[in-house]
């Protein structure tokens, strides 16, 4: 009863969290439909790729950094203004940037709604795309609904199969195992098909800019705290390639997880075949130019067959099934 309940206010704290981003997000966008309209042109269009702070779950991270893409949109409005913040909509990277740079080419000329009180505030796009909001209320609304199903149907299920089970003690624990065996084992499979679909998405020449080690510091969470920081490396390959033009840059050798390690010759085999002013093949999506890997395999997926091998292993163990 207690692991139902922490499921339900989990799922209603996530929620509870987007419908408070979704309404500071409704603010922003009310404030900007206010300003004032003024003719503008955009100055330069390209892409930008930054280095930004990367983040696991289940710990901490501080130095550790991958390579993402922007749409770099710079316009000019009025006698003397100037921006390169135009639009209300976040971009964390990685995300409809071929679609942004066509939108909003080089020397064309654009509406610019700036900020009557501070005309240095300016954007190009004042609106969040159709349906936005709704999307966030629908799913907000749906994780809390989602989880008092799923909790109570299974819930059902479990008290079923109870009197059928030689340990039925163990059911809850078990169940717990299950359910990660199955979404790891469900990971797998997904990273699998990314692969296979990367071997068939166009090459292009490539050139590696950066090759070596990343060093930082990490700690994982235990219990209701952290471990102590440690220090750790893992491979950083920065490579640049073109598309219609437009010049990428990204650091996925190949899918799945980055590997890290306290000793640096654990994890220096990739620096060692990649060298800086090397010139490779580069796999990239067709739809999406950012995505692109050298190597159409999954990293370590070995691991995660063996991890929900052991973990939906354990659950049978735990019951008495085997």
Same mark, same amino acid.
């Given at each position: =009863?207690?692991?139902?309940? /922490? ?9 509870? =969290? ?25 100055? $330069? ?9 990367? %983040? ?14 922007? #749409? ?14 135009? $639009?209300? *909509? ?35 796009? !004042?609106? =969040? #795309? ?5 999307? =966030?209320? *629908? /799913?907000?609304?749906? /994780? ?21 089970? #030689? ?18 084992? !469900? ?9 296979? *679909?990367?071997?068939?998405? #166009? ?7 950066? %090759? ?9 969470? $235990? ?6 920081? !440690? ?7 920065v490579y640049s390639y073109s598309v219609a033009g437009q010049r990428y840059a ?17 994890? %220096? ?6 060298? *800086? ?46």
């Amino acid at each position: =009863m207690e692991l139902k309940f /922490l499921l339900v206010g989990f799922a209603c704290a996530v929620a509870g =969290m987007l419908s408070l981003v979704t309404l500071l997000k409704w603010w922003e966008v009310r404030a900007v439909s206010r300003w004032s309209p003024t003719p503008g042109k955009i100055i $330069s269009s390209r892409v930008e790729a930054r280095e930004v702070t990367s %983040s696991g779950s289940g710990s901490d991270s501080g130095g550790s950094t991958e390579i993402r893409n922007f #749409p770099a949109i710079t316009f000019e409005y009025g006698k003397t203004f100037r921006s390169s913040h135009y $639009s209300v *909509q976040e971009n964390l990277g990685n995300f409809a940037v071929a679609e942004t740079l066509a939108k909003f080419p080089n020397g064309a000329g654009v509406t610019v709604f700036y900020n009557p009180a501070d005309p240095a505030k300016a954007v190009i796009e !004042r609106t =969040m #795309p159709d349906g936005s909001f709704k999307f =966030m209320v *629908q /799913l907000s609304a749906g /994780l809390v609904v989602g989880a008092l199903v799923l909790v109570f149907s299974v819930g059902g299920v479990l008290e079923a199969v109870r009197p059928f089970l #030689p340990k039925p003690q163990n059911l809850g624990a078990a169940a717990l195992l299950l359910f990660m065996g199955l979404f790891v084992l !469900r990971m797998g499979f997904a990273q699998k098909s990314l692969a296979e *679909q990367a071997a068939k998405w #166009p090459i292009t020449a490539g050139r590696i800019d950066a %090759s070596g080690l990343q060093k930082f510091e990490t700690r994982d969470r $235990s219990g209701g705290g952290y471990r102590p920081w !440690r220090t750790v490396f893992k491979s950083r390959i920065v490579y640049s390639y073109s598309v219609a033009g437009q010049r990428y840059a990204a650091d996925r050798i190949a899918f799945g997880a980055n590997v890290t390690a306290s000793l640096p010759r654990l994890v %220096s085999g990739q620096s060692q075949r990649y060298l *800086q002013g090397d010139k490779v093949e580069v796999h990239y999506d067709p739809d999406n130019p950012v995505a692109a890997v050298l190597e159409c395999r999954v990293s370590g997926l070995w691991l995660l067959w063996v991890c929900a091998v052991g973990l939906i292993g354990g659950a049978a163990l735990l019951v008495g099934v085997i």
